[in-house]
Nanobody, 124 residues
Framework: QAQLVESGGGSVQAGGSLTLSCGSS????????MGWFRQVPGKEREGVAS???????IIAHYMKGRFTISYNRVKNTIDLQMDSLKPEDTGLYYC??????????????????WGQGTQVTVSS
């Protein structure tokens, strides 16, 4: 199974921007779902953004208008553009893909390949 590797995390002040990128050792299938999730200590991993096989996108409600998910076919990466960052966006961000499902979803049970995560810290 192809490995996913996230990059682009770091520390930023509130109001700033970061772009996370997720690469794979194999070809990412754009006809299946791909997503980004976030986890903070003591809480379950939660969906941030998902892109479906038809290009449809779901963004978590508290990130709408600030986060954008996209697939870069040339670079074979899943990117998460994060703007107007807030301290509550802090967390460990994971990218994920599915080997079966096509409809965008923030449900983590639909994904079966995960990266190791990249830390995002937003200070006030």
């Amino acid at each position: 199974q192809a490995q996913l590797v996230e990059s682009g995390g770091g520390s930023v002040q509130a109001g700033g921007s970061l772009t996370l990128s997720c690469g794979s050792s194999g070809r990412i299938r754009s006809d299946l779902i791909m997503g980004w999730f976030r986890q903070v200590p003591g809480k379950e991993r939660e969906g941030v953004a998902s892109r479906g096989g038809n290009g449809g996108v779901i963004i978590a409600h508290y990130m709408k208008g600030r986060f954008t998910i996209s697939y870069n076919r040339v670079k074979n990466t899943i990117d998460l553009q994060m703007d107007s960052l807030k301290p509550e966006d802090t967390g460990l961000y994971y990218c994920a893909t599915s080997s079966r499902f096509r409809v965008a979803t923030l449900s983590r049970t639909m994904y079966d390949s995960w990266g190791q995560g990249t830390q995002v810290t937003v200070s006030s």
